[in-house]
């Protein structure tokens, strides 16, 4: 586990595998974590792990198709897709909040629908 809480990437657990994914150019991977926490706290998912992993390579970001960090992820899958067009890039992810605002962080409420519905499906 790191100093911010989360574990590192290749755990296996028997609920859903919930990673960050960040890239070490951008410096909101650890505000992520906690936020992705809380939310699954709120959920009543407070022993999910959150795990990190570095995406560092062009290359990984392509197989990835990584759009930027931070990228919330369960199963591998990124909770909130961007549109298809959105190359992988090593960059920060820029989130657009509900009311308007950008944000280097999900809409909390946009996160917690996402992460519901994705832990809820691996749970049943």
Same mark, same amino acid.
């Given at each position: 586990? %790191?100093?911010?809480?989360? %574990?590192?990437?290749?755990?296996?657990?028997?609920?859903? /595998?919930? #990673?960050?994914? /960040?890239?070490?150019?951008?410096?909101?991977? #650890? /505000?992520a974590g906690d936020q992705v926490r809380s939310v699954l706290g709120e959920l009543g998912f407070a022993g999910v792990p959150v795990g990190l992993r570095w995406v560092e390579t062009d290359e990984e970001a392509e197989r990835l198709h990584f759009v930027g960090s931070p990228t919330v992820v369960v199963d591998g899958r990124d909770v909130l897709p961007p549109p298809p067009a959105t190359p992988p890039s090593l960059t920060c992810r820029i989130y657009h909040r509900r009311d308007g605002r950008?944000?280097? @962080?999900?809409?909390?409420?946009?996160?917690? #629908? /996402? @992460?519901?519905g994705a832990v809820a499906a691996h749970t049943r």
């Open positions: 586990m %790191t100093s911010s809480g989360m %574990t590192t990437s290749g755990m296996t657990t028997s609920g859903p /595998a919930v #990673e960050i994914w /960040a890239w070490s150019g951008c410096p909101s991977h #650890e /505000a950008v944000s280097p @962080l999900p809409d909390p409420d946009d996160l917690r #629908e /996402a @992460l519901g």
